[in-house]
Structures are given as C-alpha cells and as structure tokens.
C-alpha cells in the first residue's frame, strides 16, 4: 500500500453514534501497553498520528485514521489497563461491543498480543468477545524485537494455546523497530478490503 495520504478523521466518544463513512474498515484491539499506536503509527508511515503514551489507558475513543480516502484504521480503545474505574472500563466495554455491532463497514478485526508473554484473562476474554460477535480475529504478535529469534516459535506456539485459537487463524508477528510483519499486515488489509495490491510505500 503507497500511503498518499493518512489522517486522524473521525474521534467517537461514549455518547457518539458510530459513523457510516462508506470506506471498508479494519479495527485494532489490544491491551492498554502492546503497542496498538506504535503498529498503526507504523502501517501508515507516520511517526506520531496515532498518539502514543507512557501512560497506558489514555485511548478512551474510537479513533478512525482514513487512507488514501479509500479506508478506515479504526484504533479501538485499550483494555486491561489496572488504574481505571470498573465503571470506566464498562463504559469502553459497551463503547466497543456498539462499534462491533453496529458497523456496516467493519471488514476485519486485528487483535494484539504481547509476544513476550501469555496471554492474559483479559486477552483470552476479548479473543471470545470478537468471535462472539461475528469476527474471525486476526492475531498481531507484537514486541517482536525484544525477543531472541530462537525464542520465537515458543512463544507464537503459547499464544496459539493460551487463546486456543482455532484452527487456520492467522498470526503475524510484528515490530515496530523493523516493520518486520508490515508488509504482510498490508497485504492481508488489502484482500480483505478489496483493495489492490501495490508496491510499498
């Protein structure tokens, strides 16, 4: 994907009704800290449209990036962030299950995980929720630069067993450091959008 042009176009809050913008949708779920502003940061060759935070949390929105007016990153909110009310991280729940029902436009749904470690209950719980609402996941291993290369394939295989993914899911490791995973992300937006494959940006 040649990125011509990328920007943050639409904010949704609590209280937003969740737009029909008629451009197909891919979103991005994960944790508060896995890295979810530094990946799409990275997928659309900016340093800091996606605003990234020491403080884990601070994503309280849906955020839709458009591309090239042809599609939609849509940066869901964080979750499993510990310093947030109960009562917040309902309100983001609700805020979220809205977007994954009501969208008409939402084509595919890409989940983080640390590929450092385990998944979490949290993970394993947003994992479920996805797929109970119609969405066949598509797991992003983030992180990846912090591991050894021999420590790779273990901790892709304790990913696939700590969501029990189901057969033929789709993981892709990625870093932000390397882009390692980029291009593979693009190409897998591309299909599944309709979107024609291009040379890289």
């Known amino acids: 994907m040649v990125i011509k042009s990328a920007v943050l176009d639409i904010v949704c809050g609590i209280t937003s ?4 913008t008629g451009l197909p949708e891919v979103a991005f779920a994960g944790k508060s800290n896995v890295g979810k502003s530094s990946l799409i940061n990275g997928l659309m060759n900016r340093k800091a ?6 403080q884990p949390g601070k994503t309280q929105t ?3 990036y458009k591309i090239n007016d042809e599609l939609d990153l849509v940066d869901l909110p964080g979750y499993g962030y510990a310093r947030v ?10 805020m979220i299950e809205n977007y994954l029902h009501t969208s008409h ?8 995980i640390d590929i450092r470690h385990d998944p979490s209950a949290n993970d394993r719980q947003m994992y479920e929720w996805i797929l109970h ?6 797991i992003i291993a983030t992180k990846l630069d912090k591991l050894k290369r021999s420590q790779v394939q273990k901790n892709l295989k304790a990913i696939r067993e700590g969501l029990q993914l189901r057969k033929g899911t789709t993981v892709i490791p990625y870093s932000a450091e390397t882009k390692q995973g980029r291009d ?9 959008t ?7 940006a």
């Open 17 to 20: 009704k969740i737009p029909d």
């Open 49 to 54: 449209l996606a605003r990234t935070s020491a």
């Open 62 to 64: 849906i955020n839709f």
């Open 85 to 94: 009310t109960p009562a917040e991280k309902e309100k983001w729940g609700k």
């Open 105 to 112: 436009n939402l084509k595919a749904v890409f989940l983080l």
């Open 133 to 138: 609402n119609g969405y066949e996941p598509i």
């Open 184 to 192: 593979e992300i693009w190409e897998l937006i591309e299909s599944l």
């Open 194 to 200: 309709g979107g024609e494959p291009s040379e890289e």
